[in-house]
């Protein structure tokens, strides 16, 4: 349908609303005009796809399962270019404008209150080139054509409850968690991800059961102060159980002017905030669960110089009483929260370091404090606050800062610190030098705060260093010259990377909290495990002379490199090496610590030159502390307790094929497996692995220190984006990492028993027994000699391994009884192996190079007492011979009830297609599509995106799970055939969903 509404409402004009304004000024006058000169778009830019376009393999179209619709669709608008004079997408960047005026794509959502200014559509005549056009509180979706683009189309998130078991002594499952980061490697606007990318290396979060909370960073002052978070990142985040937050920045530091917030602060008759309503309006549209509030709009300058935060208070009021009174659930959900580069903190006699840090947590669903923040002063605070959940507050660590993933202690940010014999330290500033001088502390009870992680690009930084080094070797541009290794091939490498760096934040250096030096450094003494402690039996640091005798002659300290490491809550505080400061190309810590780069002699020249680490250093990097944690090298999972979406209030079956919404294939569900097409698209992401890292020499029983992790070398869990189940990846077992971002296989020994910890759960046993469990595995060999993947499937996976079930029970006791007051967690979790009989192995129906693994827990005897809750689920393997270079896949995991309804061969069909929009260039069309779906949708899961060729074949274009969506930068054709493909989650080939096709074209001349 055309919209009639136009973009400008320009009140001082009086001729009316028209494309060409009259006015005396010389100049353009014209919107038309101006986007008539815009070049062409280069969807290989930044703003696009950030990547070459490559040719997609068709496919045959299926006689009955391909409907060809008789009838031409036309467009509602085709064009040259995107006319903002008759069409209206709200407020767009600059950049934005740009992108879409000569292309029709939707983008991102960011507004600045007051709206556009002509200038910015290329208006130059003086006397509207500085008009105000759309103001924020104009915006309804009705009258925004990109709005329904950035609308999440899972609601809420998913409930979640932690893991019936801690995993690690020292987790507390009170504490809350948070993740302040960019959305996107291309953060900005322009560059919005919501109808996917062609191009596998995008910003991915591996680890969602560590975060409650997720907010999307961006925005700015010549931006935009407001910024909806991307729509693909708010489902994946859903899925898993994550609240999503949109951004509100007020940067006073850098621009920032009371007449950029005219229209922020503008009142009703009532004096009544009227962007309090608009903010909950556009919260509910777009399926978000609140805002989060950065107010630095003063700068450095006194309150009220450019923005009053009593302001805001008042409007969060006004916000919190419409939502109290609301029945809209989109609406009662939604929440504030409040920073403002201060801290809550009170002094003793009850009075607040800062009025606005004590008003404004009054009016806070969430409060974040700034960085720096000593947790002891948490205390005072709930002295005089004592109706506040201090588990609501948070403190922040930048991550971002040199070396902070995996060797820092959270505990630092969340615990009060004092010193080894227990007493108090006699003020933050002793406790802030103690903790930067080696970190010399014992931290005391249980977290008074939660954390919050501050990171600008996330893991996708360090894979994108790690693939520059890469870049640097000989075998690596060997396999360039020979074309084995094409861009989307280099990608999955960076991508692989920011998966392993995004374990380390929350499990640990190493991959998980408990363990040994040797098991960290393959050079480390296995002889000497245990005894690199830096602690006496008192408590109390060894000397330098004490420790010395257990490194290896490699590890002893150089003169020339002493150097007294500290931290600080904002990152290394000291020189790296020979007193230099790590440059760009030396700085990721995962780089210099972990066995992910192929060992070729470049790298290692590298590695070597730079990882002469200093005695002190060693110490800091394999130091552990009485319950078996890495004191100087750990993650979140050392204080926050891993969350599940599978517990009592868990209503649907669970699948999941463990989808981080990107690869380099993708197995449709057809099993047609689409090769050179690098993809990324979050709304196509699944629950993700509760720990795919926890990898154990499993010797039965009951869980205890004796129950080792594996080496990180030797077998870990990694994603394998070269054997997908469905969609574009797996999990797999393996031992590190190609150039090309394939998993090299492990070795075994026979008989050696290898626990692979999968998911978590809450589930009580009653909630068990109608439950059908199910693994999609299989085997592959792949070794390391050619760099690249030269995988083969092992044909016959059950001669080379016993495969079992492993259900763990929640069983723990809590230990008040040391000195430091710290809550423990003792006797972790019995578990229990299942096998066969009771565990069904078979050809797997949708693919017979997969085996279905399943136990039926109605048909069985549940293992798990009649008072404990399920609290993980796993795999047992054990060689039957000495296996070489295995790649263990996981494909799929399931949990449904046992008896399945019988599908209908008709689920459901395509209506209603229609285009708002088609912008014809010189060579190119790209149109914005939409459609009906009539059936049942409690089965679909998403949609296909075709063209049809010339030679009547489809060419996949992209996935969504919307209803509309956006092809671009298709070959010129005079009718634009577009096929769309409903994919169902309870899937067989016995319903098969069908592809309609439909032919889009102009509206004839004398079209009425």
């Known amino acids: 349908m055309k919209k009639t509404f136009p973009i400008f409402i320009l009140s001082v004009l009086i001729f009316g609303i028209t494309a060409n304004f009259v006015v005396v000024n010389i100049g ?49 608008a085709w064009d040259s270019v995107f006319d903002y004079t008759n069409f209206h997408t709200g407020y767009q960047y600059v950049d934005s404008i740009k992108k879409q ?80 980061s960019d959305s996107n490697i291309q953060n900005r606007v322009p560059a919005t991800t919501n109808i996917g990318l062609k191009n596998n290396f995008e910003t991915s979060f591996a680890n969602l059961q560590y975060t409650d909370y997720m907010v999307g960073w961006g925005g700015s002052w010549f931006e935009g102060l407001i910024k909806l978070p991307p729509a693909d990142l708010v489902e994946e ?32 008759s009532s004096g009544n905030y009227l962007i309090a309503q608009i903010l909950i309006n556009m919260a509910a549209y777009m399926n978000l669960d609140g805002w989060f509030w950065n107010n630095e709009a003063n700068g450095g300058l006194p309150n009220g110089s450019i923005l009053d935060y009593r302001e805001l208070k008042i409007i969060f009021k006004q916000m919190n009483e419409i939502i109290k009174k609301s029945k809209d659930p989109k609406v009662q959900k939604l929440q504030n929260e409040y920073y403002a580069n201060l801290n809550l903190q009170y002094n003793t006699a009850g009075r607040p370091y800062y009025q606005e840090a004590a008003d404004m947590v009054r009016v806070s669903s969430l409060y974040q404090q700034t960085f720096g923040f000593d947790p002891y002063e948490m205390k005072n605070v709930m002295n005089f606050i004592p109706h506040l959940d201090p588990y609501k507050v948070f403190s922040i660590l930048e991550v971002g800062g040199v070396g902070l993933r995996g060797i820092f202690d959270t505990r630092t940010i969340t615990n009060e610190a004092r010193n080894y014999d227990g007493k108090e330290f006699n003020n933050s500033s002793d406790r802030t030098n103690a903790l930067n001088q080696n970190n010399q502390v014992k931290f005391w009870g249980d977290p008074l705060i939660s954390p919050t992680f501050f990171e600008g690009g996330g893991g996708s930084n360090y894979g994108q260093e790690a693939l520059d080094i890469m870049k640097q070797t000989s075998e690596y541009q060997e396999a360039k010259a020979k074309g084995l290794l094409p861009w989307w091939k280099e990608n999955m490498y960076a991508q692989q990377v920011a998966a392993i760096s995004d374990d380390l934040l929350y499990t640990g250096r190493n991959r998980f909290v408990r363990g040994y030096a040797w098991e960290a450094d393959p050079q480390y003494d296995e002889t000497q ?22 490194q290896p002659n490699d590890w002893k300290i150089n003169s020339q490199l002493k150097s007294d490491y500290g931290m600080s809550n904002n990152g290394w505080n000291s020189q790296w090496v020979n007193g230099e400061w790590p440059n760009e190309s030396k700085r990721a810590a995962i780089i210099k610590t972990l066995d992910v780069l192929p060992t070729f002699q470049k790298v290692e020249d590298w590695k070597n030159g730079n990882n002469k680490l200093s005695l002190k250093q060693r110490q800091w990097f394999f130091s552990k502390d009485k319950d078996g944690n890495y004191i100087y090298s750990s993650g979140e999972a050392n204080s926050r307790q891993e969350s599940t979406i599978i517990n009592n209030e868990m209503n649907d079956d669970l699948v999941t094929n463990f989808s981080t919404g990107n690869g380099i294939y993708f197995k449709d569900f057809e099993g047609n497996l689409i090769e050179q097409y690098p993809w990324s698209n979050r709304r196509l992401a699944d629950v993700q692995p509760t720990y795919k890292w926890d990898v154990k020499q499993f010797k039965g029983g009951v869980y205890n220190s004796d ?31 190609n150039m090309d971002g394939s998993v090299v296989g492990f070795d075994a020994k026979k008989d050696q028993r290898i626990l692979w910890n999968i998911m978590g759960a809450n589930l009580d046993k009653t909630k068990m027994n109608d439950k059908k469990i199910s693994f999609k595995v299989q085997g592959n060999i792949s070794d390391q000699s050619t760099k690249l993947d030269n995988s083969q499937h092992i044909q ?6 016993d495969i079992g079930v492993v259900l763990s029970d929640g069983s723990f006791t809590e230990d008040h009884t040391e000195t430091d007051r710290l809550t423990r967690y003792k006797n972790l979790s019995k578990f229990y192996e299942l096998k066969k009989p009771d565990v069904s192995i078979t050809k797997d129906k949708f693919d017979s190079n997969w085996l279905d693994v399943s136990l039926d827990l109605s048909q069985v005897t549940n293992p798990i007492s009649d008072n404990q809750k399920l609290s993980k689920i796993g795999l047992v393997l054990t060689p039957k011979q000495d296996v070489q270079n295995v790649v263990f896949n996981l494909g ?98 016995k319903v098969l969903g069908e592809t309609y096709i439909y032919a889009i074209s102009k509206k004839p001349k004398n079209w009425e």
């Open 237 to 268: 985040s859903h899925k898993n159980g994550i609240k999503v937050f949109g951004n509100i920045f007020l940067d006073g530091y850098h621009g920032l002017s009371k007449k950029l917030l005219r229209d922020f602060l503008k009142k009703d």
């Open 796 to 801: 016959d996976l059950q001669d080379m391994f």
């Open 101 to 180: 005026a000569v292309t029709g794509a939707p983008t991102g959502k960011l507004f600045q209150p007051n709206g556009n200014i002509g200038l910015d559509f290329g208006l130059t005549s003086r006397a509207i080139k500085f008009q105000e056009l759309n103001s924020f509180l104009t915006w309804n979706p009705k009258n925004d054509m990109d709005a329904k683009y950035n609308v999440a189309t899972i609601a809420n998130a998913v409930t979640s409850k932690r893991v019936a078991a801690p995993w690690a002594a020292s987790q507390n499952p009170k504490v809350l968690s948070k993740y302040l």
């Open 707 to 737: 129950l080792q992790n594996f080496a990180q070398n030797q077998i870990s869990g990694f994603y394998d984006y070269y054997h997908p189940y469905k969609k574009g990846n797996s999990i797999s077992l393996g031992k590190k990492i």
């Open 529 to 550: 495990k245990g005894k690199i402690s830096w602690l006496n039996a008192d408590g109390t640091p060894k000397s330098d002379e004490e420790l010395e005798q257990f």
């Open 28 to 76: 353009n006058t014209s919107i038309r005009r101006y986007l008539e000169t815009l070049p062409d778009f280069d969807w290989s830019s930044v703003n696009g796809d950030r990547a070459p376009d490559i040719k997609i393999k068709p496919i045959d179209l299926k006689n009955n399962h391909d409907v060809v619709n008789q009838n031409t669709i036309y467009a509602d």
């Open 892 to 989: 799929e995991f399931s949990i449904t009830k046992s008896l399945q309804p019988i599908l209908s061969e008709t689920l459901g069909r395509i209506s209603s297609f229609n285009s708002e929009y088609v912008v014809e260039r010189q060579n190119t069309l790209n149109a914005r599509i939409g459609w009906t779906f009539e059936g049942d949708r409690t089965n679909l899961d998403y949609y296909e995106i075709y063209a049809i060729d010339a030679d009547n074949k489809k060419i996949r274009l992209g996935e969504t799970t919307q209803e509309i969506y956006y092809v671009k930068n298709l070959p010129f054709n005079s009718n634009l055939k577009i096929g769309i493909k409903p994919i169902y989650k309870n899937y067989d080939n």
